[in-house]
């Protein structure tokens, strides 16, 4: 089906066509949603065992009682874990409650009220603040750039990441920038794993910078393999240890697609003197994290290769829900002009790109037949698409069958939708 090259009689009899599946899937009174990343509750069955794992046996290897307060950094034994997901030293890294975004929020206020490192460093002494955001990206980042008033610059991402040029060129001429978004891993939504040579890049902003530049590295899906031999991400922190950046970089993982979501553990980690810095804040803010919760994990991962060996099963169930969404894709647009997408290997996401202009259409006309889907906008700061071009599907929630329908009507809806922009435009 190539739009471009066909005649409005044919536009017109697939116009038909497309309307009358349309109508079909509008009487069905569908009720789903394809909105966000969650995990289903097969793959949240896969921790059930965190229920009762600790045996009334709560003392941590240190001694500490994890039922009690104190322990502003976490537990050790979560800790470790923590510092071999992300690459770093023990004392790089402290562990927190369910949500790695809670990190990341106090990161960026700590950084504008009291700032890191010397004097003066707060953001809130700068006129503007500015952070790049390669787009598409999580709507989760950029609501915190929204929130706090900050100048938000769209980096188109590539096949291997953001694009770097650009990157360097902006960071280096213009100081008020102060911090860049990245998922590395799988990438929310493209499900893009940055090269060695774009890491490597990232880590040496630190030297080119401003001095009170970060680098907010949300590494969330650093173990959400599909793939059976998965691609490897390049670790930032040795390319940082070798330019001597390492204060440019804050890392951030969690647990919460891994477990239970609303019950895992966090972590962040940068330089031993700005986590010293940052603790002092936090003891202001919280007696303590979830030490219990952290036990249970650390019981139930003592180590890195019992994490890869958990999320193997992940992979089990969440793979043929990945396939069926890019093999409707194939299926319906690989041999036309209507679209594009992406094949991750992991993650939580596949991102399409449709015609340009139509994706607030295609999102509208999806709701109509009981089809939620993310907000068209949602993958870019301010919720503006430039393009207004790309959706973000979460294949995850839904069971099988409720994804392969919801999928049928995505496809009706981006027909619908680009073969009746083609037929205005030829008017």
Known sequence: MYLDSASKEQLQQWETEALEQYTAFKNMSLSLDITRGKPSAQQLDLSNDLDGILQDDFICEDGTDARNYGGIEGITEIRRLGAEILGVKLEEVIAGGNASLTFMYQCIHFSYLFGFGEEGSAWRNEANVKFLCPVPGYDRHFAIGEEMGFEMVNIPMTSEGPDMDV??????????????????????????????????????????????????WDNAYAVHDLA????????????????????????????????????????????????????????????????????????????????????????????????????????????????????????????????????????????????????????????????????????????????????EVFIVCVKLASIRQQLAKIG
Request: glycine content about 6%.
């Open 228 to 407: 059976e031999e998965p691609r490897s991400l390049a670790c930032i922190i040795d390319y940082c240890r070798e330019y001597d950046t390492v204060k440019s970089v804050f890392q951030f993982a969690s647990t919460s697609k891994i477990t239970h979501a609303g019950a895992g553990v966090s972590f962040f980690a940068t330089s031993e003197e700005y986590l010293t810095e940052f603790k002092k804040h936090l003891f202001t803010l919280t007696i303590g994290p979830d030490k219990v919760s952290q036990l249970r994990h650390a019981r139930k991962f003592p180590d890195l290769a019992s994490l890869r060996a958990h999320m193997q099963k992940h992979a089990e169930i969440v793979r043929p829900k990945f396939a069926a969404v890019i093999v409707q894709l194939e299926t319906s647009f690989s041999d036309s002009d209507i679209g594009s997408w992406e094949s991750p290997e992991g993650g939580y996401f596949v991102s399409f790109d449709s015609r340009p202009g139509l994706a607030t259409e295609i999102v509208k006309l999806a709701a109509e037949t009981g089809v939620k889907l993310t907000p068209a906008g949602s993958t870019f700061p301010y919720k503006q698409d430039p393009d207004d071009k790309n959706v973000r599907l979460a294949p995850t929630l839904p069971k099988q069958a409720e994804l392969e329908t919801a999928m």
């Open 167 to 216: 990157v360097e060129k902006l960071v280096a001429s213009d100081r008020s920038i102060k911090g860049m978004w990245c998922v590395p891993k799988y990438s929310n939504p493209t499900g893009t794993i940055y090269s060695d040579d774009v890491v490597a890049r990232i880590a040496k902003l630190g030297s080119i910078a401003a001095p009170n530049f970060r680098v907010f």
